[in-house]
């Protein structure tokens, strides 16, 4: 999933839920088949979103199959507390803007926080950084090397996975006239716009290749007050393919897994990614939709949230 997860081609919304009051007790054909896996202690959480029906942009077997998973509910236990468990009635809570905070303001309006988007990506940059100082060493290089995967790749493998691959570089806001005099002095030499832009940006720009970079990269909102704008570098197997420069600073960086692990361990609750994919990714209408668990690093202590995210990756 990685930097794919919120990019600008899929939309996160959020599941709305109110608080368990029902006993779950007399599952039928229309609530859960697995009648075995439900005991007294378990409760039910109804919604009060919209119908799956009424959810524009799903294809017909992404419906059917969602309308059957609010039917049933989704039975979560607390992987810490034996024998409690909560089956959840998911419906649709409404979509956010498809852009890069998307993850932070979908996850916002899950939890019902008072705050926005902006504070919880904040909050959970701060978060990482934490864990960060405190993980041993071991850890730390796994985690630079995952991030380093999605956000420097090296360019001479992965070509039997991805068409396009993309190097996301760091420009300080206050380098930007700088960095467009350098590059327009290669272009003057008769080099390629192009070209000139890759050269100057890889060597004054940071590359997002460890948890440092990370953190300065996770930052930003796409906002006047970052310290530094997003540069992209696409490539395709046979070389450079396009510069997004960014010119006007209003990209923000994508939510991605680490993301959600912290956003998880922050709130100290379970985050599931709800993905539903289209006819062309191949599937049957059984294996449309599947979810992708993020959990805390520390205990857990309230009932989990859910992502829901259409795409076609």
């Known amino acids: 999933m990685g930097k794919l997860l919120f990019d600008s081609t899929t939309v996160a919304e959020t599941f709305q839920k109110s608080s368990p009051t029902v006993p779950w007790r007399e599952p039928n054909a229309a609530t859960l088949e697995a009648v075995d896996l439900v005991d007294q202690t378990t409760t039910t959480i109804a919604t009060t979103g919209a119908s799956w029906e009424d959810v524009i942009g799903l294809e017909d077997q992404q419906r ?15 992987p810490q507390e034996h024998g409690s468990s909560v089956v959840f009635r998911l419906s649709h809570g409404g979509d956010v803007s498809a852009d890069g905070n998307c993850l932070f303001t979908a996850s916002q309006r899950a939890m019902a926080r008072e ?25 730390r290089q796994v985690i630079n090397e995952a991030i380093r995967n999605m956000y420097s790749p090296d360019l001479r493998s992965g070509w039997g996975v991805h068409v396009v691959q993309e190097v996301k570089l760091l420009a300080k806001k206050e380098d930007r006239v ?22 100057i940006y890889k060597e004054r720009c940071i590359p997002v290749s460890d948890g440092s970079s990370w953190a300065k990269y996770m930052s930003i909102s796409g906002s006047p007050d970052d310290a ?10 046979e070389g450079l393919f396009s510069v997004d420069e960014n010119r006007e600073g209003h990209a923000a960086a994508f939510g991605d897994d680490i ?32 979810f992708l668990p993020h959990r805390p690093r520390s205990e857990i202590c309230e009932p989990p949230f859910f992502l829901f995210m259409k795409g076609t990756v």
């Not at 059917?64 to 607390?78: C, I, N, P, T, Y």
């Not at 002095?185 to 832009?197: D, F």
């Not at 361990?265 to 294996?287: L, P």
């Open 259 to 290: 993301a959600i692990e912290c956003i998880a361990t922050e709130f100290k609750r379970e985050i599931y990614v709800v993905q539903a994919h289209g006819s062309d990714a191949m599937v049957d209408e059984d294996s449309c939709v599947f």
């Open 115 to 139: 705050m926005d988007a902006r504070e919880l990506r904040r909050r959970t940059v701060k978060r990482f950084l934490e864990d960060l100082g405190s993980a041993k060493e071991e850890e």
């Open 178 to 199: 700088a960095l467009d005099s350098a590059i327009d002095e290669l272009v003057q030499l008769g080099m390629q716009r192009e070209m000139a832009a890759e050269s």
């Open 64 to 78: 059917r199959h969602l309308k059957k998973l609010h039917a049933k509910g989704v039975l979560w236990k607390h």
């Open 228 to 237: 530094y704008d997003i540069i992209t570098l696409q490539y395709t197997e």
